[in-house]
DNA sequence: CGGATTGGTTAGTCATTACTTACGGTAAGT
DNA sequence: ACTTACCGTAAGTAATGACTAACCAATCCG
């Protein structure tokens, strides 16, 4: 709910690797070897990311054994796409002003 | 067109400094000089960000005088949303299908 | 012209963070 | 119980990047 989450949210997905785990998962659901075993990185590594994106709203994770099955959190992706959408409709506004600002564009 | 221009904006609005830029020009337009002025940074910090901003798409540039003034740049918007939708979709999809696996969530 | 205003660029410093190695902890199998 | 498999955490290191100070370029005004 708060405006925190997005911005958790944004860094989060800002990295090259967490973004990388972030479509793996979308794909489905991993396990964190699993996901290790794809990457170029050590399993430690993906456990710090996930835990990243865990705070960040954009994973949930469950108990399955001695694994851990991480899937994608819809609430994180319905904020930031909420987020983005303020922008979207001023940014239509100042984009139309600017266009009739300078109509001699090539 | 292509993925790094979604990557490039994600990574661009990573920064709390760089998202307070964005804010403020999707407020209204703004010049350089305006946007240091209300920021905690330097100028040339300013200057910095918005080159990072501009290439990542999100924002466009024009001159007037000795100033120059900065906008949104609608094109990188929706780009950005365009990325988040096709996550949402998948999000939702895995999101159903892991409630009906565990059904006893408190 | 000459000074003033406005911005982009460069060099260098400092803080952040992504990564690996090592370790501890829990669950399943024999 | 012992071993194996799987995962999270801590510590330490290397690399990325955000920032300031100094400098240079372009435009406007007297």
Redesign the interface.
């Known amino acids: 709910m708060t405006n925190q989450s997005v911005?958790d949210a944004?860094?989060a997905?800002?990295d090259?690797t967490r973004?990388q785990i972030?479509e793996h998962i979308?794909?489905?659901?991993r396990a964190v070897g699993e996901l290790a075993g794809v990457l170029p990185v050590s399993r430690p590594a993906v456990s710090q990311h996930l835990k990243v994106l865990k705070e960040a709203g954009l994973v949930?994770d469950?108990a399955d054994g001695t694994r851990r099955i991480y899937?994608?959190?819809?609430g994180g992706?319905?904020a930031?796409?909420d987020y983005?959408?303020g922008?979207?409709n001023?940014?239509?506004a100042?984009?139309k002003q600017?266009a009739e600002q300078?109509p001699k564009e090539k």
Chains 1, 2 share one sequence.
């Not at 979308?26 to 659901?29: E, F, N, S, Y």
């Not at 899937?71 to 819809?74: A, E, H, K, R, V």
């Open positions: 911005i944004l860094a997905l800002a090259p973004r972030f979308a794909d489905r659901p949930l469950r899937q994608l959190d819809p992706l319905a930031l796409r983005l959408d922008f979207w001023r940014s239509l100042a984009f600017a300078t």
